[in-house]
């Protein structure tokens, strides 16, 4: 039935544009009658393309709809008809769509968060030291918070084992499972010194194990000041009060994604090459580019002209 709720969801808020009339099912007829009215399904792909919503994602709603139709005696044929399939195939040539904009968290006001962390004393040594190291291993790993924070899949999680530090005194992260990696080897997220810097994410990590509370190497890493896993809902809210106090505009634009949002537009900024882009943050396609702000892209552009006016390659 979920996926059915959510199709009425999208039928009732488009009711007036889609001309439905019966968004309500309870038999294989009317079911059937909903599916093969002119214009519905075709509508529906439309609105959720137009909604950025992946074809993937399309397809799913509209499965939901064979999965309610599989307790009925008559089940209809949901995605039958020629043009829809043809329409869900345009919608994956057209390439994944950008999610909601987020505003990019850069290293310039990544510092700026971290001082004022330091500043807030109601948050304890504990609260200080967790957020600097989630903060900036958010930023440096380019990570998705599935990666670092628990989630529904204990797979993903980010253990006490998942983390140690080399020899070199580089500091490495295993990702067992994340959202584009669910069977393959593990992928190693590794993180240098960076000597004298507020912003080394080893000394931040270091920092933050020392007052973490004492738990088996299968807990989650990161532990709010009760002692249990944090969350990302929780996570969210405290990253938007930190930019609330720092009288930072238009905190709701800002969430998680804020981190990998500046990491990559900072380093498309620098000239990065854009597949060492796409590796940092571990994006199996070009997706990343959605990432990169216009202001990343104008100075890169700033660049180009520059070495078009020299009349040579980057140095």
Known sequence: MTGLNRFREFLLATSTLLKIVQPKCTTAK???LLIERKGVLEGFVCFCSGKGLASRSISGYINGLKHFGSDLDDVPDIAGAAVVARMLMGQVKLGKRPSPRKIGITVDL?????VEVEC????GLMGKALLKSIFVIAYFGAFRISEYLISDDELKWLTLDNVSFL??????????????NSSGPFQEVLFPPIPGDVLCPVTA????????PSTSSKSPFFLDLDGLPLVARIFNEVLRSVLTRMAIPDVELYSSKSFRVGAASDAYALNIPVTDIQALGRWQSDAFMYYIRSGARAIRAALVQGCLARGRGFS
């Not at 990544?110 to 971290?114: D, I, N, Q, S």
């Not at 020899?167 to 584009?180: A, E, P, Q």
């Not at 990590?205 to 973490?212: A, S, W």
């Open 167 to 180: 020899k070199s005194g580089t500091m490495r992260f295993v990702l067992y499972k994340t959202k584009n």
């Open 30 to 32: 009317e079911l059937r």
């Open 120 to 123: 807030m004393d109601e948050l």
């Open 110 to 114: 990544l510092r700026e968060m971290v």
């Open 205 to 212: 990590i270091r920092e933050y194990l020392e007052l973490r």
